[in-house]
Structure formats: structure tokens, C-alpha cells
């Protein structure tokens, strides 16, 4: 039944525009700049301009939405995204679930698998990326895995409040800290320590007195007998 000033509805079959044989509830085959066109002026709270929902139980894999562009041309885009105009503009926000890009089958919030670059950042910002960890109001560090890697994080770097600190094996062994002085190993007997100028000393617990000095070649450490 189709209405001109009421609701409208087909019980049954499949509609096509633009196709005789539709192979969905509606199918629209065309050849003009943009098949589905949909423009939404309201002004209601939390209104979309497309809502689509997939609420099937499916053994296999399911998708809500499915997009793919494909044909000889110059640059292909899959999805396009933008938002402009309000205080907080968001260009896209995944509620839930991990992203893959590269992976079917993603294994953390967000995955990549490339042959080339991962990722690239360019910004005109000097820290082009930061990273926060709200696991730790003072701590936050960046893992690193080999293929042979026990865990994600035996291998790390990062930042404990102004510090900056570097674990193998799951254990700190250097750090830098705010004031420039470097610390290595667990700070016991023999560490090696700089002061704020830069002066490398010895100190059996934590930083302490105790340059090392003495005649030798430039550019080279002098050996420290005691």
C-alpha cells in the first residue's frame, strides 16, 4: 500500500529501484554520483540520520553494516566521516568492541597488521601522541613484544610522575629522573648515578658523593679504580 499523506507499506516481496531483480528488501542499483541519499534537519536529542540495527543470533560472523568500494579509479574510500559545526565535533566513536585495521580478528581495542609503516603521526604539536594509563595515577609505560615474547610488557618504557623510566624482564633497570640524574639497575651496591650537571658518580644507595676523575683521552670515560 503506498500513501501520499500517510504511512506507506509493502507486505511481502522485495523492492528494487534502479534493478528488476532485487535480492533484498530494498535494492538500489545506480549509476549516479550517490545511490542513497539521506539529509536529516532535526533538531530532537540523540536523532541519526540512519539507524541500523542486527539483532540475529548467527553462528558465524554478522554485520550490521557492510561497506566496500571497488572499481579502477583513482582513489577509493571506503567510509568517509566528518563532523563540524558544534562545540564537540566527533568524526567517529566506537562504542564497544576491538578495531582491526589489516586483522580480521583483533585482539586488543585497537590492532594493526601492516607488511610497511603501522602508523604514522604527523602534527604540528611537539608531542604529536600521548599516552595516559588510568590503571596508575602515577605511572604509564608503552610495551614492546617480539614474536618470541613471553608477555606484552617484560620490555617497556614510560613515565612515573616527571621520570623517565625503562623495564627488561619486567624490572626497572634505568631511570632519568626530572632532575637529570640517571640511575641503572635496582640502585644498590656499585650504581652508577649522575648528578644534575651531568657528573657521573658511584654510590652504594641511591645518588651520593664521589665524581670520577682523573687524566684519560677525550671522549673516553676515565676508569674509576675506587
Not at 153 to 160: Q, W
Request: charged content about 10%; cysteine-free; hydrophobic content about 35%.
Amino acid at each position: 500500500r503506498l500513501h501520499t499523506t500517510g504511512d506507506s507499506w509493502l507486505n511481502g516481496g522485495n523492492v528494487g529501484i534502479g534493478t528488476t531483480g532485487p535480492a533484498t528488501k530494498l535494492e538500489v542499483s545506480s549509476s549516479l554520483t550517490s545511490g542513497i541519499k539521506v539529509t536529516n534537519s532535526g533538531t530532537i536529542n540523540g536523532e541519526a540520520g540512519i539507524e541500523a540495527y542486527h539483532t540475529g543470533a548467527q553462528a558465524g560472523t554478522a554485520y550490521a553494516g557492510y561497506i566496500t568500494k571497488t572499481g579502477a579509479g583513482g582513489t577509493n574510500v571506503g567510509i568517509y566521516t566528518a563532523a563540524s559545526g558544534a562545540t564537540n565535533n566527533y568524526g567517529l566513536i566506537v562504542g564497544s568492541g576491538d578495531v582491526g585495521i589489516g586483522i580480521t580478528g583483533p585482539n586488543a581495542k585497537l590492532h594493526v597488521v601492516s607488511s610497511g609503516v603501522a602508523a604514522f603521526f604527523d602534527s604540528v604539536n611537539q608531542v604529536p601522541v600521548s599516552i595516559l594509563s588510568t590503571n596508575s595515577a602515577d605511572r604509564s609505560t608503552i610495551g614492546f613484544q617480539s614474536l618470541t615474547s613471553v608477555n606484552d610488557y617484560n620490555v617497556r618504557v614510560g613515565a612515573e610522575v616527571n621520570d623517565f623510566i625503562t623495564y627488561t624482564n619486567n624490572t626497572e633497570k634505568m631511570r632519568i629522573s626530572s632532575a637529570g640524574a640517571i640511575k641503572f639497575n635496582s640502585y644498590g651496591a656499585g650504581t652508577l648515578v649522575t648528578d644534575a650537571s651531568g657528573n657521573i658518580t658511584a654510590a652504594t644507595s641511591g645518588p651520593g658523593s664521589g665524581d670520577i676523575t682523573g687524566a684519560g683521552t677525550a671522549g673516553y670515560v676515565t676508569k674509576f679504580t675506587g
